[in-house]
């Protein structure tokens, strides 16, 4: 309302900007006597003018303040309704059903959300005041026009009715162009997509030209639809600046003949075609107003066609907060359950189950599809086509997805990782909402505004009393505690010790590190292995400490950079006037000489170069430089030149650089550091702290700390031993939770790119157990371990959650006995005694689909196949029966008929003799195989095939066959076991 009403003062100033020109023409300079008199006031001439310039100027200038105004405020309204349009997009895409994603790729919905809606925020600010204020505009200078005259009125709006019916009719078409386009461009994309992930497969098997072909084609049809969007434009542009300029042609002409009739004065013509002028802005805005909105209504459509999936989670189930968060510690009933993926098939069917609460379930199921449909349905990321699952009494479709987040977790080992650390991504169940206010409440009302999320980012969020503990301290233990049950803590601690870490973080372990000194060099003494470390002495060189820190006896606080060099230009001026910088060129001349000859410039990627530690383009600017200092030493380069090469001797030590760092020039740099490292250290005090043995040093690792040294990288496997030795002094003296506790503050890259699956399982497990949920779904989540590890992180996980109820899905299961219920999932069955019902509203197609996928799925070689695999082949399977003595076919038949796989009865395999009875090879029954040698090797049947039974088969077809054995490792496998079985024959 408030742009509506600013945009609405705009008016009377615009009519006073036309109306004073005229004045000034008429009634000042052509003005019949020398004195005017207006409302009672008499002027002079001359001064009358300057009251009408100044009030033209003021007009002028209030009309621009004006409009600068409005055209801000319409800036924050379409950034903020932006904002808000992809907050609620990105909200949908919290919403979306799970199998959406498989067939909607992540870089569109991205792109849909930045790039595409982008123009839709220009629109969003200009829907209320752009044609208000240009409508305005336009009806105020048809107003004025009028009043001049009616002919100069009915001449300027005697062509905008044949504009506004042709130029929206040309602009309909170009937007269906462009919705043709858009589609083109998207299909492009994913072309280049797909070409990109597949390069090396091209290439392989020669099929680049016929890709770059059909990317051309592609290319052309954009071409075409963007030539054809050109004409369309252009033309349209055309029309509408030759109609637009058709108007002062009648105003020259008619307007002329009634100035020399003497019925319109001059300054009036003027100020018609001044304000004509001004009519034709407000016009074209308009109709690019009309031409957007269009534009904008096909991209709205197209957007939201892609962000409205059937089967999302229900809006008011993922907004706001629940009532109450009641426990689900009852039983979890499967009533008549079946799921069906997008395309209409049944995934899961007819689950009938009763899982009671508090025990421990086994769920056996071969297809990977089926275990994750199952976990899928338990935590409600798909919904059931027909039946209900009911938990603790309460129907799981009804239950606020903030309750489901916090009483069932979930593990799986390959869990999705977010960008942070990974205590943030441990701790993520424990953020379930603020519990304070914002700090920055400016940016909060911001938020607000924009209709954003109403949960302040800086407010404190982690709620131990969610898991029922009373500090962050006893969470924190509880994390341990649960490390330590799946027995992942051990291999954290060793990460924990290759660490470094901020004291102020973690206070108690800084101190704990430097009271345990004396014990861990008594214990090295002890151990004979005083000679593995580079100890840490005022007097004496350290060949494991970069340059920087031997030079003045401190340690790094920050990472060490170009930027942060040159920004201590102190530092960089008192090298050269002690002539340091001369040697310290020299060295790195060596250095990058030694490195040149080893990595060339090429090499940066090989693992040894990146354990230098030295960034890459640091080491390709210092290449430059190093040729730029050969005649005239470091006197050669410029500060900021310096400040790049001395990154590599600040960044890599003696024991790295080898013999290129003489005797000499460590005794050098001991001398300057007794005699110049307080004065250097007064300029690098921001980035360095100095080493003292009886304060920690933040520049080192856990185990360098406990050491007050480092351990030489020559000493190989008596490394090893010397670090289990320290390792084991501090689990003595009780440091082990507080280093395990240093994981928290690793960093995880996007996508968790990087991360050892070591590091990702625990991630896992301790996610979906820190918050005491009241079920637990491990999804294959622990086939790394071997059996014994398995029973006994199970009786762990009994013990510190010994009320959870615990269902473990898997392929399969070594010993079912230790579960309280097991279950046995096929192709979608919970497999049981109960005699096999067919659905009754499934079609007479569907049961003869069902019987050939569960006759598939009893075979050895098929049972492995995810569901759409095994229903491709089903579906192309035939049943063929014979009799006892039917031939089913005969040696050196073409193989093209397919594979026979043998559901009942038996049949022989004969080799025929000429003059002679067949000879009987073999006996084949249920299961087997029969005919794929031939379609593997594109020959003649090798042998007879007849009924010795009634037989009962299944025949598949060559095509379907060989793209199961193609695409599937598993089937390949096996059947190269079959094979072999016939070899040793």
């Known amino acids: 309302m408030l742009l509506l009403a600013v945009t609405t003062c705009l008016f009377p100033l615009l009519y006073l900007t036309l109306e004073l020109p005229k004045r000034i023409i008429n009634d000042a300079i052509g003005a019949a006597s020398d004195r005017i008199e207006i409302l009672g006031y008499s002027f002079e001439k001359l001064d009358y003018l ?20 409005i055209n801000t405020m319409k800036g924050v309204l379409a950034e903020r309704m932006l904002r808000r349009f992809r907050y609620k997009l990105i909200t949908r895409v919290l919403r979306f059903p799970q199998p959406y994603f498989e067939r909607v790729s992540q870089g ?33 200078i048809l107003f004025f026009l009028f009043t001049q005259s009616p002919w100069f009125g009915l001449a300027a709006v005697a062509l905008i009715p044949l504009q506004g019916w042709l130029i929206p009719m040309l602009q309909r078409q170009i937007n269906l162009l462009n919705k043709t386009r858009i589609h083109e461009v998207r299909a492009l994309a994913s072309e280049i997509g797909e070409s990109a992930a597949g390069a090396a497969t091209l290439r392989i098997n020669g099929g680049w030209r016929y890709r770059m072909a059909a990317i051309t084609d592609r290319l052309g049809r954009l071409y075409d639809i963007r030539f054809e969007i050109y004409q369309k434009k252009f033309f349209m542009k055309f029309l509408n600046n030759f109609i637009t300029n058709l108007t002062p042609f009648f105003f020259y002409a008619v307007g002329g003949y009634l100035v020399l009739q003497g019925d319109v004065s001059l300054g009036a013509l003027v100020a018609a075609l001044a304000a004509y002028k001004d009519l034709a802005s407000p016009w074209k805005e308009l109709l690019a107003y009309y031409n957007q909105t269009q534009d904008m209504s096909l991209r709205w459509d197209v957007i939201l066609e892609r962000f409205a999936p059937p089967g999302m989670v229900r809006e008011e189930l993922m907004s706001g907060e629940p009532g109450d968060i009641p426990r689900l510690n009852g039983d979890v009933v499967l009533d008549g359950v079946n799921v069906r993926d997008a395309d209409g098939n049944l995934v899961l069917e007819e689950l009938n189950a009763t899982l009671p609460a508090g ?14 449909g199952l976990a899928a349905l338990r935590t409600r990321e798909v919904l059931p086509a027909t039946g209900q699952v009911t938990v603790s009494g309460r129907d799981m479709r009804e239950l606020h997805q903030a309750v489901l987040a916090l009483r069932i977790g979930h593990v799986t080992s390959r869990p999705v990782l977010f960008q942070g650390s990974f205590g943030e991504n441990v701790m993520m169940p424990m953020l379930h909402r603020p519990r304070g206010t914002a700090l920055d409440q400016k940016q909060f009302q911001a938020a607000q505004l924009a209709g954003n999320s109403a949960d302040p980012f800086d407010a404190p969020w982690l709620n131990p009393e969610l898991a029922g503990f009373a500090s962050e301290h006893e969470l924190r233990d509880w994390w341990v505690q649960l490390l330590a049950g799946i027995g992942t803590d051990s291999a954290l601690f060793r990460r924990g010790m290759e660490q470094k870490f901020d004291p102020l973080g973690h206070p108690r372990l800084a101190q704990c590190l430097v009271d345990m000194r004396p014990k861990v060099r008594a214990a090295v003494a002890e151990a004979g292995l005083a000679g593995q470390v580079h100890g840490l002495a005022p007097d004496v060189y350290n060949p494991a400490l970069p340059v920087a820190e031997n030079l003045l006896y401190a340690t790094l606080s920050e990472p060490i950079t170009e930027e942060a060099l040159q920004r201590h230009v102190e530092f960089l001026d008192r090298l050269r006037e002690l002539k340091l910088d001369d040697d310290l060129v020299s060295l790195t001349r060596d250095v990058v000489d030694i490195l040149r000859q080893i990595f060339g410039l090429d090499g940066t990627d090989h693992p040894l170069f990146r354990k230098l530690g030295l960034d890459t383009k640091a080491y390709e600017r210092a290449s430059a430089l190093v040729d730029k200092t050969r005649a005239k030493g470091a006197v050669a380069l410029e500060r900021h030149e310096l400040a790049q090469l001395m990154i590599v001797p600040f960044s890599i030590s ?26 250097l250290m007064e300029t690098l005090s921001d980035i360095f702290v100095r080493l003292d043995e009886g304060q920690f040093a933040p520049g080192l690792t856990v185990l360098e700390n406990a050491l007050f040294g480092k351990i030489s990288d020559s000493s190989g496997a008596r490394g090893d031993e010397l670090r289990r030795l320290i390792s084991d002094v501090l689990v003595e003296n009780g440091a082990r939770d507080m280093v395990v506790e240093l994981i928290f503050d690793l960093p995880i890259a996007l996508g968790g790119q990087g991360l050892p699956a ?19 779904l491990l999804d294959a989540a622990l086939t790394s371990y071997d059996l014994d590890t398995r029973i006994a992180v199970h009786k762990n996980l009994r013990r510190l959650l010994p009320e959870t109820t615990l269902v473990y899905l898997d392929s399969g299961f070594e010993r079912a006995d230790v579960f309280d219920v097991f279950y046995e999932m096929r192709q979608g069955r919970l497999v049981s005694d109960v005699p096999h019902q067919e659905i009754v509203e499934d079609s007479a197609a569907s049961q003869d689909l069902a019987r050939k996928l ?28 014979a009799e006892a003595g039917d031939v089913v076919f005969l040696k050196d038949d073409a193989a093209s008929d397919g594979v026979y796989m043998i559901i009942s009865g038996e049949a022989g395999l004969f080799l025929p003799q000429p003059g002679k009875e067949d000879r009987k090879i073999t006996s084949v029954g249920p299961g087997h195989l029969v005919g794929e040698l031939g379609l593997i090797r594109r020959e003649p049947r090798a042998l007879s095939m007849v009924a010795e039974t009634e037989l009962s088969c299944l025949r598949i077809g060559e095509e379907e066959f060989l793209a199961v054995v193609e695409n599937d490792a598993n089937t390949a496998f096996k059947l190269l076991q079959v094979v072999a079985g016939y070899v040793a024959n």
């Not at 025990?359 to 994750?372: C, F, L, N």
Request: charged content about 25%; aromatic content about 8%.
């Open 854 to 881: 569960r006759a598939l799925d009893q075979t050895e070689l098929f049972s492995g196949l995810n569901r759409r695999q095994l229903r491709l082949l089903a579906f192309g399977a035939r049943w063929y029966s």
């Open 50 to 69: 300057w009251i009408l310039c100044a009030g033209f100027l003021i007009s002028v200038l209030v009309h621009g303040l004006l409009k600068m105004r």
């Open 359 to 372: 025990k421990v379930m086994g769920i056996a199921a071969p297809s990977e599809e089926d275990r994750g």
């Open 758 to 776: 070591s590091y990702a399982e625990p991630l896992a497990f301790a996610r979906a157990t820190i918050k005491r949920p009241d079920i637990l």
């Open 654 to 679: 003696a024991d790295q650089i080898g013999p290129a760092f003489t005797d000499d020039m460590k005794a050098r740099i001991l001398a300057f550091r007794k005699s110049h490292a307080d004065e």
């Open 108 to 140: 569109e919905l991205v792109s849909m959300i930045t790039s595409e809606s982008e123009p839709m925020g220009g629109l969003m600010g200009d829907a209320v005041s752009q044609p208000v204020l240009q409508a305005g505009q336009m009806l105020t």
